[in-house]
Each structure stands twice: as structure tokens, then as C-alpha cells.
């Protein structure tokens, strides 16, 4: 098994920045990629970010590319959301997720952290 956690989440101003943070325990040599997704209020959980841990390839939704950047420490076990210029479309709950059962996009993954409360006041 792989627990998850995240930290980091947070009130911020709109134009301003917050770094999320995801660790992994368990199971962790199982691990070959890891996602952020995120889920506002009456919306579907949508994807953000996805890096494949061994190549260290990264993949970012249309809507935060250039603004969000996916990093991962393999040492620590720990992949990060480094968030930039954020706005009030970007308030929702974060996800970390581990080993998608497809493509990176879908939320099919295998194991799932509690979530992250982000805040983006305008």
C-alpha cells in the first residue's frame, strides 16, 4: 500500500503563490508516476499536473501551463505543485494521486491523498 499526503494549501491573495507539497510513504519503490488534480465547489475533479518519476517527463493541464510547475524530489519521496499567478479559478481542493491505471489525465489512479484546501481571494 501508498499513503499520500499533502500539505501546503493555504489562503492567498490573487497574484500570489503557494507551493503544495505531496509525501509518500508505504509502499514507495511501487510508485512510477504521480498527479495533482483538483476539485472546486460543484465541479468535477479535473487534472492539473502529472510527472512520471522515473523519466522525470511532466505534463500540465492547458489551464495552468506556464503559471503551475510539477517537480518531484525521489529522495524524499515527495512531488511538489509549485503554483504561480494564481486566481480565483484555482480556489478548489488539491488531490495528490499515485500510478494512474491510464493515461495521466483521468483520474483513475491507484491511491489518493485527503486533499488540500487552496484559496485564491481576489
Known amino acids: 500500500q501508498v499513503q499520500l499526503v499533502e500539505s501546503g494549501g493555504g489562503l492567498v491573495q490573487a497574484g500570489g503563490s503557494l507551493r503544495l507539497s505531496c509525501a509518500a510513504s508505504g509502499r514507495t519503490f511501487t510508485i512510477y508516476a504521480m498527479g495533482w488534480f483538483r476539485q472546486a465547489p460543484e465541479k468535477e475533479r479535473e487534472f492539473v499536473a502529472a510527472?512520471?518519476?522515473?523519466?522525470?517527463?511532466?505534463y500540465h493541464a492547458g489551464s495552468v501551463k506556464g503559471r503551475f510547475t510539477i517537480s518531484r524530489d525521489n529522495v524524499k519521496n515527495t512531488v511538489y505543485l509549485q503554483m504561480n499567478s494564481l486566481n480565483s479559478e484555482d480556489t478548489a481542493v488539491y488531490y495528490c494521486a499515485a500510478n494512474p491505471r491510464g493515461n495521466y489525465y483521468v483520474t483513475e489512479y491507484a491511491y489518493w491523498g485527503q486533499g488540500t484546501q487552496v484559496t485564491v481571494s481576489s
Open positions: 510527472i512520471n518519476l522515473r523519466a522525470g517527463s511532466t
